[in-house]
């Protein structure tokens, strides 16, 4: 099984990472990821809850965009990212 590369200065080798969703359960809201994400993949959301309260969280509008940096996981104080290598067909 074979997956999508990325070489690092030193001509070292990794796996890239791609995001693949956001818990909106632990989300919140804080846009740290948003921030620092190069690739404009997320952005901010917004729902009412059962007690008529807004509640916001981050949602993917770009996922094809990420470049696999893995930075919006980085920052993210609540761990609301996963990620997944995807493989070369």
Not at 6 to 29: L, M, N, Y
Not at 36 to 44: D, E, G, H
Not at 76 to 88: G, M, N, R, T, W
Request: charge should be negative; proline fraction near 2%.
């Amino acid at each position: 099984m074979a997956f999508v590369m990325a070489r690092t200065k030193g001509g070292g080798e990794w796996v890239q990472k791609f995001v693949e969703s956001i818990d909106k359960e632990k989300c919140i809201a804080c846009g740290r990821c948003y921030k620092a994400c190069p690739s404009s993949v997320m952005t901010l959301d917004a729902e009412e809850d059962e007690d008529g309260d807004e509640q916001k969280f981050m949602i993917l509008v770009n996922a094809e965009n990420c470049i696999g940096c893995l930075v919006c996981a980085k920052v993210c104080p609540k761990a609301c990212y996963v990620h997944l290598a995807q493989e070369i067909a």
